[in-house]
């Protein structure tokens, strides 16, 4: 099945930007949704359809996808942004839902 | 506002049925826009979408749990529940249950219940 790749990974200082890449091939033909998982919480949808954010997501969250990487972008990030990251997309072959492994964004 | 509630034991035996049910509040579960889901995580690891169910009864499997999965639904207790058989300690994680929408190929999950923790252990 098609299974996104995520990095373990990403730190950035309060106030920059943070960018949260989740790679496939060819996912860009793909419709990715990203969720936002804090410590001891249930995930929270921050962006649906590529680029679409759920009402009461701040307008700092936002996302794109084109060619073989789909990109969650936080700006102006603040202490409060740090949690786990998943990106989702649906597998057509399969029919199921598929999760990237997930990207832990670390506030320095 | 709509609201999902886990619900079922916490310890199961190995090689027994794990058995679940999420309770739907503040809305219907029988509307054409929504399958009703489950997914799961490990202790420390992430995300893994174990399938979903219409509220007709019709499902979507995760091909790796097929055999061992049942979804169900009771659209007139709003509630949808999950079987899985044959349970080993790789089956113990937190259990959410979540609202599906989006439509094929574009489902997603816009609203979580909280969480119940499933431990496999004798």
């Known amino acids: 099945s098609f299974v996104p790749t995520q990095p373990p990974s990403v730190s950035v200082a309060p106030g920059k930007t943070a960018r949260i890449p989740c790679d496939g091939d060819?996912?860009?033909?793909?419709?990715v949704h990203w969720y936002q998982q804090k410590p001891g919480q249930a995930p929270v949808l921050v962006v649906y359809d590529n680029s679409v954010r759920p009402s009461g997501i701040p307008e700092r969250f936002s996302g794109s996808n084109s060619g073989n990487t789909a990109t969650l972008t936080i700006n102006r990030v603040e202490a409060g942004d740090e949690a786990d990251f998943y990106c989702q997309v649906w597998d057509i072959i399969s029919d199921h839902v598929v999760f990237g492994g997930g990207t832990k964004l670390t506030v320095l | 506002q709509v609201q999902l509630q886990e619900s079922g034991p916490g310890l199961v035996k190995p090689s027994e049925t794990l058995s679940l049910t999420c309770t739907v509040s503040?809305?219907?579960?029988?509307?054409?826009?929504?399958?009703w889901g489950w997914i799961r995580q490990p202790p420390g690891k992430g995300l893994e979408c174990i399938g979903s169910v219409f509220y007709t009864g019709s499902t979507l499997y995760n091909p790796s749990l097929r055999n061992r999965l049942t979804i169900s639904v009771d659209a007139s207790k709003k509630q949808f529940s999950l079987k899985l058989s044959s349970v080993t300690a790789a089956d113990t994680a937190l259990y959410y249950c979540a609202r599906q929408i989006g439509g094929a190929p574009d489902w997603y999950f816009d609203l979580w219940g909280r969480g119940t923790l499933v431990t496999v252990s004798s």
């Open positions: 503040g809305g219907s579960i029988s509307r054409d826009s929504y399958y």
């Open positions: 060819n996912i860009g033909d793909e419709t």
